[in-house]
């Protein structure tokens, strides 16, 4: 007994928080089928023109021989107006949404973090209330309202209405960052760091965030189904992602004006949308999960 | 009095954000590659005429004087600018709309508020139930689906197969009864209380997808709010002390219960008019949304600047109003925004 106790003791403690994050997280089945379909979702988007049956029909092909064919063996969510293949359009469009979805986060994490870290720890300074202030005239409006103003005016498209939701995502970021960098800076082994003379910057990166970054990724995870619904709901009005390259959102509304006959062209790609979300969220649900675990 | 002052202050700081936020958009605007003028009227039209427009719109002014200009015609005349798509002045149009889009965010901030509170407490005080599970179960779909996906939903249930609601669109209002622009309370004012019916019939569809993540939402946090003070040391004590189960639950629960509730509750009500845009769309009903959209989408300088001015507006007078009842409900907590 002794002797494993030891043997354990010497393995890399990174290693052994991990397995005991790993066992409180995998205790939830919820938690596990949502990692589960992430990473199938994520696998979907990485191979989806080899996974898609109809890899072709992502662009403008026009089979007008196969149009509105319900959902068969063939067409497994059915042919849309142009005899175009549902499915195949679907698993294009989600990898278009996950794309999005990955890059307003890697535009406003670090961003949003970094300004937070600095006005947290800076707290009382000029530089706090100019940081804050700053983030608060960006939180004074619906997020969606925001990105899509960006979006139309430094002109439409992907890369477009990724950054306009960027812009109207940071603050969160950073007010999450700023309100848990304030706690931790009365912490002891932040004093007492200080007071050591350890220079600021490796005292904000070497010390604080890695103290945050559980809490940004739990975030992250839960906020990528919301910024999949906000790129949806704008890919809905025309703004992203455009024809003929299918988005999930653009699927959506394009398949309104056919309701209720050809039901498929709307029903399965807003199904896909909530599979997406559904499975980030139970992810992020888990991470909450240990999170709380753990500060108990 | 002291409430009143710090109100007071947190007005006066909000106001200050807004001027901030009108001249971030507006610096935006100006940047806007090409002409909006000129592509607002088309090949056309004459240079000179485009000029004089320009000119007229402030437009081959230097940013800060056009924004000058354009905030003294606010305070002085209440005058928005005027909008190079419908041509009218904005405040003009949004006078039009934004009293109907906020008759259909108040039913739906009412439905929100009463379903989320009903729901929450069901689930919280049968917990583990079978109807808390169905209750969660609802509330997790609720939370992930997107507010058209019920909208379309509920056009195919409702509408389509039932055929109980109209697929879209709102009675037509007789021009004598126009007073505030909202339907239902037109209606009301002019005394006809089958077309209330009426509106209120169209509006039902719409109201409910709009609500229905809300709902979601508000019943999970009233549920973890209740849950967690159930096993609070007061309640033990006034169940020892003799409290019967409907005081306890409506008295004892309820009230603490509202500090969380309420303060998810204003940043829900806050984003509605946001979240309308779809559904506006989706059931014709022609809003204050559907006007954002289609000034945001024909990149209509004063109309961008306006409408994004009354989101922004809206949603700090419900924070403020979130603060106030917060603070009355929770005596420990002072205003935000006090530094």
Redesign the interface.
Known sequence: MEMQQTLSATTNPRVEAFKKDWYKFSRNPMSLLGLAVVILVIFCAIFADVIAPFPEDAGLAVYMERAFEGPSGQHLAGTDQFGRDVFSRMLIGLRYSLGIGLLVLALSVPFGVILGLLAGYFKGTWLDILIM?FT??FM???????A???C??F?NGYLFASIGIAVAWWPWYTRLTYNMVTSLSNELFIVYTELSGVKVMRIILREMLPNITSSVITKMSLDM?SII?TA??MS????GVQPPTPSLGSM??EG?AY??EF?WL??MP??M??LI??SF?LLGDGLTDVLAMEEK | MKILKKTLRRVLHTLLVLLALSFLIFSFIRIIPGDPVRSSMGPMVPEETIQKIRSELNFDKPLPVQYFYWIKGIVTAGDFGMSLFTHRSVGEDIARYLPRSLELCLYSALLILMMGVLLGTISAVFKNSWIDNVIRVFTYFGVVTPPYAFAIFFMLLFSYSLRLFPIGGVPVMPAEYVRTGALGLDALLAGDFALYGKVMHSMFLPVLSLSIGGIAYQTRIHRSAMVENINADYIAFARVAGVGNGKLIFKHLMKPSFIPTFTVYGLQVASLLGNAFIIEVLFRYQGFSQYSLSVIMNKDPYGIVGVTLIFGIIFAVVNVLIDMGVSVLDPRIGLRGEA
């Open positions: 202030r608060e005239i004074s409006i619906p997020p969606l309202i925001l899509m103003v960006v139309t005016i002109g189904g619904i949806s709901s809905f009005v025309g703004l959506v509304s309104v309701l209720p039901w709307t029903i807003a199904l949308v909530v979300v559904m969220n």
